[in-house]
T-cell receptor, first 119, second 112 residues
């Protein structure tokens, strides 16, 4: 079964410092990989995605992520964080085959990493 | 434009009430999804509707009932909910199955 592991529940980073959020996945085929960000009480905003091709993908707000098949990882990075980056970050894998009534697609999410920015 | 709208933003209901959540997208997307997110947890997929076909996560109780009146609307009908159903309900859509999903802001539901 597919799964996503985000090993860090909380990360604290000083404003202006670099950031790396870890994500490891388990998937039987070539996965689609995503990073989403969620501010408190809000929906999810897509930061970036990987489907195929160049393993280093650029996203919005200065984020990038690198797909490493050999390590089953898709870590998110940012060279210099801003206070507004404080939020919950979710890594997700898809598509997944689903259940009754035939195939369907949805995302499996990691448990999230809560990013705290210190002034 | 990648906007998915959801109404209402907040909903409080009793366990005997019937209510509905509404999700709308005008991007021509052919797949729409409902997710449930408990506090400090990741979203969990409940339903997928695509090409007039509904797929259900079998762990979702029957007191949740999705309906797709047209290709841009996806409703979630709620009946006889339990307090443990209190959560943020997120709707998403994608151009097609397997494509990038875009999420709405969610409806925060409280069941008393």
């Amino acid at each position: 079964a597919q799964s996503v592991t985000q090993p860090d529940i909380h990360i604290t980073v000083s404003e202006g410092a670099s950031l790396e959020l870890r994500c490891n996945y388990s998937y039987g085929a070539t996965p689609y990989l995503f990073w989403y960000v969620q501010s408190p009480g809000q929906g999810l905003q897509l930061l970036l995605k990987y489907f195929s091709g160049d393993t280093l993908v650029q996203g919005i707000k200065g984020f990038e992520a690198e797909f490493k098949r050999s390590q089953s990882s898709f870590n998110l990075r940012k060279p210099s964080v801003h206070w507004s980056d404080a939020a919950e970050y979710f890594c997700a894998v898809g598509p997944i085959t689903f259940y009754s009534g035939g195939g369907a697609d949805g995302l499996t999410f990691g448990k999230g990493t809560h990013l705290i920015i210190q002034p | 434009d990648t906007e998915v709208t959801q109404t209402p933003k907040h909903l409080v209901m009793g366990m005997t009430n019937k209510k509905s959540l509404k999700c709308e997208q005008h991007m021509g997307h052919r797949a729409m999804y409902w997710y449930k997110q408990k506090a400090k947890k990741p979203p969990e997929l409940m339903f997928v509707y695509s090409y007039e076909k509904l797929s259900i996560n079998e762990s979702v109780p029957s007191r949740f009932s999705p309906e797709c009146p047209n290709s841009s609307l996806l409703n979630l009908h709620l009946h006889a909910l339990q307090p443990e159903d209190s959560a943020l309900y997120l709707c998403a859509s994608s151009q097609d199955l397997g494509e990038t999903q875009y999420f709405g802001p969610g409806t925060r539901l409280l069941v008393l």
